[in-house]
C-alpha cells in the first residue's frame, strides 16, 4: 500500500466520526437536541425509546463532549448540545434532506427548515466558504493533509 493511502485508512476521519455518532439512536437524540428536546422524558417520548438504551446513549454523548448536563430544578438536569454537538448540525440535516428525496414519506416531507434571516424554507447544502458554490462529489478531489 502507499503511504498516502496507508495514511488515509489508518487516519479516516469518516470512521472516526461514526465511531462516535454512526448508532441510530445517537442520531435521533442529537436530532431531538437541535430541535429543542433537553429533557430526558421528552426524549423518551418523542422517539418511543427504551429507557435504558436512552440512558447509556445520554451518558456516551455527555462522556463524548456531544451533550452536557444541566440542572433546571432541585434533583433535575437537562441536556444541552455543547459547540462540538452543535457542529453536527449540517449533518443532520442533510441526511434529513436525503431521506425526504429518496426515501419519502407519502404525506410529504415531516418537517420543513425555515430560514429565519430570509422566512423562506430553507435549502441546505455543501459550499466553499472561499468561493460560495456548491460542493458536490464531481466538484472536488482529494489530497493528503497536513
Not at 441536556?79 to 414519506?105: C, H, N, Q, S
Request: glycine fraction near 8%.
Amino acid at each position: 500500500m502507499t503511504d498516502s493511502l496507508d495514511r488515509r485508512f489508518r487516519g479516516e476521519s469518516v470512521g472516526r466520526a461514526l465511531d462516535v455518532v454512526g448508532e441510530r439512536w445517537t442520531l435521533l437524540i442529537l436530532r431531538e437536541a437541535f430541535f429543542g428536546v433537553r429533557r430526558y422524558g421528552q426524549f423518551v417520548r418523542n422517539l418511543n425509546i427504551p429507557r435504558p438504551t436512552l440512558s447509556a446513549r445520554l451518558k456516551s454523548l455527555v462522556e463524548l463532549g456531544l451533550l452536557h448536563r444541566v440542572p433546571y430544578a432541585e434533583d433535575r438536569e437537562e441536556y444541552r448540545l455543547t459547540p462540538a454537538g452543535l457542529e453536527l448540525f449540517p449533518a443532520i440535516v442533510i441526511l434529513m434532506k436525503w431521506g425526504d428525496r429518496y426515501v419519502p414519506d407519502p404525506d410529504g416531507p415531516p418537517i420543513v427548515l425555515e430560514h429565519t434571516v430570509c422566512g423562506q424554507v430553507g435549502d441546505a447544502y455543501l459550499a466553499c466558504r472561499c468561493c460560495g458554490e456548491e460542493i458536490t462529489a464531481h466538484t472536488v478531489s482529494a489530497r493528503s493533509g497536513p
